[in-house]
């Protein structure tokens, strides 16, 4: 622990997320916490590390650092950060959002272990799940999104976590998280909420009884695409048990990219609210379009989870998906037309990014094993950034006039 200051916990969002978990007085003077570019930390004599020692040995948090492997001064910022903003009572920063959900995955689960992950997650998640998880002796059942009766079926004696996401990629699908807290409870499971999309603006799971919340900080958090990073939040008896692991295997982040961290986060509620504002106007103005077939995002009514998502979020974020009335290639040509976003993955920056998925996340798969995950060439994830509202439909419908509308059939209802 490098920071002895008690949290600042008072304020609205923004306040919080410009003051929380930083100390007032800073070295030097300095306004802004500075990077501290080291890997190591040294003792001024044999009496200090003797008591370093004693404390950890004791399972006490130290009071000073060590080494880089087990925390920087920044990192424990941006983790006071994130906990206040998040509800909880620690936070753990890692190299990347899959360092995040990995190393939690590995502290929780032995062989033996079976867990629930629902179907419409990230999929370097399912594949991690599914491909390495299994060598390590630990199952997984993947149920659909939505679908509870099938959760709670899942649920065995040895199921130790219950992994959902909310909202999903790309049909942005938003998970009951009371309602999977309730299931996963009744059998003693942990459950872990990925809310990357969700961002703590727009939601905040510890609150609705999760356990553990998982966030890509790459996406909204970091909020620049200038940075790899994740979190994981909750009890500290659990972050503490994380946080062991980690210092085994090691996905932290670098003092440079723990600054940009810090640095995006004082922004996120102003980031956050424009975010909101474009994908609820660009949703609403995309599902009027006569060349657009089906729009899901879940300030919409017509998307399936709009009654869960308006119970649970105060937003519901900047990522809009649709189909469009045409082929792949047709849809090809209306995203080369727009001028504004860039054609790539990712989503949660300033910049906006589109994407084709099933020519990008999907590209590997041929059509007949696309469509059985639901993936058509016709659609578009749009990740909008914090350009002006106007400014985004009025490249929306240039590109929009291009499509060459053809007959199209529209997806029969229950598909993801
Ligand atoms: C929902 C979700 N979880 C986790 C990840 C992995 O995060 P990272 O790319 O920072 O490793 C992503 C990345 O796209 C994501 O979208």
Known sequence: MFITEPEREEGHFSTRSVHAGEPKEKPFGSLTMPIVQTSTYHFEDTAALIEHMERKEAGLEPLRGEYGRYGNPTQEVVERKLAALDGGERA????????????????????????????????????????????????CSIVPQGDYAKMEEAMRPETRLVVGE???????RVIDIPRVVEIARRHGALTLIDATFGTPYNIRPLEYGADLVVHSAT?????????LAGAVIGRAELIARIREMQGMLGGVAAPNTLYLLLRGLKTLGLRMARHNENGQRVAEFLERHPAVCRVWYPGLPSHPDHEVAARLMSGFGGVVSFELKTDLQGTAAFIDALK?????????????????????????????EREALGIRGELVRYALGIEDTQDLIADLAQALERVPVKAHTLAEDGRP
């Open 92 to 139: 753990l920063v890692f190299a990347s959002g899959m360092a995040a959900v990995t190393t939690t995955l590995l502290t929780f689960l032995s062989a033996g272990d079976h867990f629930v992950l629902t179907e419409d997650c990230y999929r370097k998640t399912r594949q991690f799940s599914l491909e390495v998880m299994s060598r390590l002796g630990v199952t």
């Open 340 to 368: 504004l976003p860039y054609m790539g993955p990712s989503l949660g920056g300033v910049e906006s990014i589109v994407e084709q998925p099933a020519l990008m996340s999907h590209f590997t798969l041929d059509e007949a």
């Open 166 to 172: 909310t909202p999903t990629n790309p049909y942005l």
């Open 219 to 227: 996406k909204y958090l970091g909020g620049h695409n200038d940075l």
